[in-house]
Structure formats: structure tokens, C-alpha cells
């Protein structure tokens, strides 16, 4: 049953209440699908967009300016923001994992084997193929992106992406015919309450559901402002918010375009190669875990010569600003972009002279990419001369004085504070970005990738954040190093769990969705195996 909370009906207790409908949200409320207990999923917006209830996520502030507006990168909808993501999907590594003495505050109280069982389960949720991101499971050509006989990069592993799937959209259908999950929008939860340190229950708009256990899987930021706001989780709460650093510099040449661009996997998923470091490399010369990609220059300089990068110029007005700043290579997501003369007669000459590439690449954006349900992730206009920008996406150092805080004289629609962000690098961070500069420039023209770094910084550049929420109700052994156990439960009120990157002590280079399916799944899996110990909703209902 999927209903509106607006016209009223809400239960007043469930065994289990879930709070938010993204890729957490709904893959545990599938876990539930046909069981004896009776779940209650609470999503704060409607089955689709709406810029006024996309508002409520506004913050009250945002620091430094770099950083993202508080409503980005995150949808208030049925679905999540799994509405807008890409589809990039990557297993974090081993070494993530691990306490590395030269990332302060690394280190995960339970290793990767506690989510490897659940890796299948969560390629089959997100429609992404075999759980194979080796270079065997590239249909055609295996070869690696470049030889490198020196080892300075792991290049033996790819990307897996999704459609990418709208969890809303793909399993509303399922949810909406089980007997016992009941869907409720425009239900969003005010504050979490408990009693002698133990979860009873949620208050909505419309009044108290009671419940003896309650999921907290809203995002990062949200998540962190539900506990902030219901006095809940501990000193933590809030603390180590981290996202990916980006940064577009210099540039790489590499021996194939074909090995650079997009290829189907042999069961017909679209994969990228990418260019990682090892961890071996990465315990020797103390460096951060990071990708790097071959890249579109920036769209804004002619210079590239490219009629479709000329024409994305002209369009990025009407991307979505999550994305908006990728394409542009700089950074920027405010506001809505506005036409930008910059070298118009230059772009102009381009779309003229490559007017028929420009018709080509338009049919096979709409064969492979608006006709498709399983679509070609990006654009990837591939360079004569095999030079590309380096994209760089790097792991953040869990920082304690990173935070989001609520601002209690800033509310939303429904009276709830809104969040301050306050998103804090380190010296840390700068002095790892050196060092992964210096070992590109060492690298040279090792084997057949040939870096040039430019003129980059690491002491002055801008650290760009991706709307990558984690680390704010980070798992830990002890609460003084977290707000919730290896399980996600928190420290310090029981039947009360989290899912979702807000539990991730680190953030590796990989983008959190894969790993958030496959917590969750554990966390299902806990939650089934020990519920017998947890109270019935109609026993505990009569405490709220």
C-alpha cells in the first residue's frame, strides 16, 4: 500500500518503521516484503519532484563557499536521490577498511568480509550484472587501459553502472502489493523519540507512530538532523561529515580511445575502465585512496575543438546542477547557469566545422542514451590525440571538526531546524594531494600513460566536494569514536539503527551507493535474525 500521509490514516504503531525511500530506505523495506511483521516506510516528499518540499533540505548556512548548496545532491521524494544519481557502481577495497596511520581517524571496526556476502544481492537490486569489476568481464577487447610495467597504477579493474535505476519508480510497484508494508509520502518525521535508552517510536506531522525499532535511512545530512533534533546518538552525531574531493587538472595521454570510452560487459552492462592506485603503493608512499579518469576538457574553452563540448556549452543551463559542474570543470553549482558569452565566436566555429560529428553524436545520444533504459552513463568525446583532463576523485580525511549542526532559529515548513554545514579539510588532505601529485609527476611517462600535471597547487588549489554525504553517525566500537555499532545501532538508545553512508567511518574513492545496498542488506539480515528479542508494535504502542 503506498498512500498520502496528507489525507490522513497513518497507523499508530508498526514493528518496524523506516525512515526515508532511497537506495537504504527501500532495499530494507524489500528485505521485508510478505514477513510477519508489520513495516511502516515514511518518505517526507511525493512520487515525484516538488521544488517546495525540495526546500525543506535547504540549510540555514553552508561553509566554506566551495562547498554545495544544502539541497543538492539530494532528492525529498519517493526514490531518494537515487532519482538523480549516475549509476556508478565500485566495491570499496580491502586497504579502505584498515586503520592507515597516515590518514588520521581511518579504520572501520568491521572488515570488508562483513559486506562481501551481500554483493550479489546488491548487483541484482541496482540491475548492474555479475558482481565481476575485473577486465574479464568486459565483453570484446580485455585488454588493461595502458601497459605499465613499472606498477604505479592498478589497471586491471572497471566500473560497473546501473540503468542507473530510480528505486522509486522500479520497485513502488512491489511495495505498493505487500500485505504487510505500508508506504506512506509527505510523511516526514519530525523527531525520533525514546524512552530509558531505548527507541519507541516517530512523530509526524499527522501524530506519534509507535515502534519498537526504527531505521534511520535519510542520507548523511538528514540523518544527522533527525538525530541532532531528537537529542539522540551521542557527542558524534554530526561529527566527521565528509564527501570526495574532485579536482580537474593537467593531462593524460592514453594509447587507445577505445579503452578509454564506455564498453559493454558481457552481460550487456555499460563499464569504464579507470586508473587506481595500488594499495601496496598506497602503504609504501602513505597516499590517499583515488581514481583517476580520463576526462573532457573544459566545455567553457573552444580551444578543445570540439563541436559537441561546444554544444554542451551552450546547453549545461539545462543540466541538472549536480552535474552542471562537472561538465564545466570548474566547480560551480549555484544558481541556475546563465549564458556565458566566453569565446562564443570560437564555439560557434566549432559547431560549424563539426556539424557532422555533431549530428552523429546527436543519434547516438538518443539511441543509447533517451531511448534506453539502460543508458550510456556520460558523454565521452574522444580526442585525436588522446589527451584528456585528469579527473581525480579522492578519498576526504575524517576530520571531527567537519560537521552539520541544526540552527534552531531556521526552520523549515514543519517547524524542524534547519542544518548548518560546516565542511572542513585538513592539512591532511593537502599534504595527501601533494603526494599524489608528486607520484604522477614521478610516474611520467611510465609504460604507456603519459601525465602531465600542469601547473597545480595542492597548497592553494580549491578542494571541491562531491555531494557525497558520509561519515555523520559513523560506526565505531566505542561511543567516544562513533555514534552506532558494527550493526548500526546506535550506542545510546536501543531498536534504534542507521543505514546508509552516514554510518562510514571513511569514504574511499568509490561512489557510496553500492556499499550502502549491500549494509543494508546486512543490517536486514541482523534485524530478521534477532527479532524474536526486539518487542511487538502492539505490545510496546500503549508507551508512546
Not at 605499465?148 to 560497473?160: A, I
Not at 563540448?309 to 562537472?326: D, N, Q, W
Not at 570543470?329 to 557532422?356: C, K
Request: aromatic share 8%.
Amino acid at each position: 500500500m503506498i498512500r498520502d500521509a496528507r489525507s490522513g490514516g497513518l497507523p499508530d504503531s508498526a514493528d518496524l518503521i523506516i525512515i526515508g525511500s532511497g537506495a537504504a530506505g527501500i532495499t530494507l523495506a524489500l528485505e521485508y516484503l510478505d514477513r510477519p511483521e508489520r513495516v511502516v516506510l515514511l518518505e517526507a516528499g511525493g512520487v515525484n519532484f516538488d521544488r517546495a518540499v525540495q526546500q525543506d533540505y535547504a540549510s540555514a548556512a553552508v561553509s566554506p563557499p566551495t562547498h554545495f548548496p544544502g539541497a543538492y545532491g539530494r532528492r525529498r521524494a519517493f526514490g531518494g536521490t537515487t532519482a538523480i544519481w549516475g549509476g556508478r557502481c565500485i566495491p570499496f577495497a580491502p586497504i579502505d577498511f584498515e586503520a592507515r596511520d597516515w590518514i588520521p581517524c581511518s579504520g572501520w571496526p568491521v572488515g570488508p568480509e562483513a559486506f562481501s556476502p551481500y554483493l550479489d544481492r546488491a548487483m541484482e537490486i541496482m540491475e548492474a550484472g555479475e558482481a565481476d569489476f575485473t577486465l574479464k568481464a568486459l565483453a570484446g577487447d580485455r585488454a588493461p587501459l595502458a601497459a605499465d610495467p613499472e606498477g604505479f597504477f592498478d589497471l586491471e579493474h572497471v566500473e560497473r553502472f546501473s540503468p542507473p535505476l530510480d528505486f522509486g519508480k522500479r520497485y513502488g510497484p512491489e511495495l505498493a502489493r505487500a500485505g504487510n508494508l505500508e508506504v506512506w509520502l509527505h510523511a516526514p518525521v519530525l523527531r525520533i523519540h525514546a524512552e530509558n535508552g531505548r527507541v519507541t517510536g516517530v512523530e509526524t506531522p499527522s501524530g506519534r507512530i509507535a515502534a519498537p525499532r526504527v531505521v534511520l535511512a535519510a542520507g548523511g545530512i538528514e540523518t544527522a538532523r533527525l538525530l541532532l533534533v531528537s537529542g539522540l546518538g551521542g557527542e558524534n552525531v554530526g561529527r566527521y561529515y565528509q564527501t570526495h574531493i574532485r579536482l580537474e587538472f593537467g593531462t593524460v595521454i592514453v594509447p587507445s580511445n577505445d579503452r578509454a570510452d564506455y564498453q559493454r560487459s558481457t552481460d550487456g552492462v555499460w563499464c569504464r575502465r579507470y586508473i587506481a592506485l595500488p594499495a601496496g603503493q598506497q602503504r609504501a608512499r602513505q597516499l590517499p585512496q583515488a581514481v583517476l579518469r580520463p576526462h573532457n576538457p573544459p566545455v567553457a574553452d573552444p580551444a578543445h575543438g570540439s563541436a559537441i563540448l561546444s554544444m554542451m556549452h551552450f546547453l549545461k543551463g539545462v543540466i541538472l546542477p549536480e552535474y552542471r559542474a562537472i561538465i564545466a570543470g570548474d566547480g560551480r553549482v549555484e544558481g541556475r547557469a546563465a549564458f556565458d558569452p566566453r569565446g562564443l565566436s570560437g564555439h560557434l566555429r566549432n559547431i560549424l566545422l563539426g556539424l557532422g560529428s555533431l549530428l552523429l553524436f546527436s543519434w547516438k545520444w538518443l539511441t543509447l542514451r533517451i531511448l534506453r533504459r539502460r543508458k550510456l552513463p556520460s558523454v565521452f568525446v574522444r580526442s585525436r590525440v588522446r589527451r584528456y583532463a585528469i579527473d581525480l576523485q579522492m578519498e576526504q580525511v575524517p576530520n571531527p571538526d567537519s560537521r552539520i549542526l541544526i540552527d534552531p532559529d531556521q526552520r523549515d515548513s514543519h517547524g524542524v531546524p534547519r542544518v548548518r554545514i560546516d565542511w572542513r579539510t585538513t592539512p591532511a588532505d593537502r599534504e595527501l594531494l601533494a603526494r599524489l601529485v608528486a607520484y604522477l609527476r614521478e610516474s611520467g611517462a611510465s609504460g604507456d600513460l603519459i601525465f602531465d600535471v600542469g601547473d597545480i597547487d595542492p597548497a592553494t588549489v580549491d578542494l571541491v566536494p562531491i555531494a557525497h554525504h558520509i561519515g555523520t553517525a559513523r560506526m565505531a566500537l566505542a561511543p567516544a569514536d562513533g555514534v552506532c555499532d558494527p550493526n548500526g545501532e546506535l550506542f545510546d538508545t536501543k531498536g534504534l539503527f542507521v543505514a546508509g553512508a552516514a554510518t562510514f567511518p571513511t569514504g574511499s574513492f568509490a561512489n557510496p551507493t553500492l556499499l550502502i545496498v549491500m549494509q543494508t542488506l546486512r543490517l536486514a539480515a541482523h534485524l530478521k535474525q534477532t527479532q524474536k528479542e526486539a518487542p511487538r508494535a502492539r505490545v510496546e504502542a500503549a508507551a508512546v
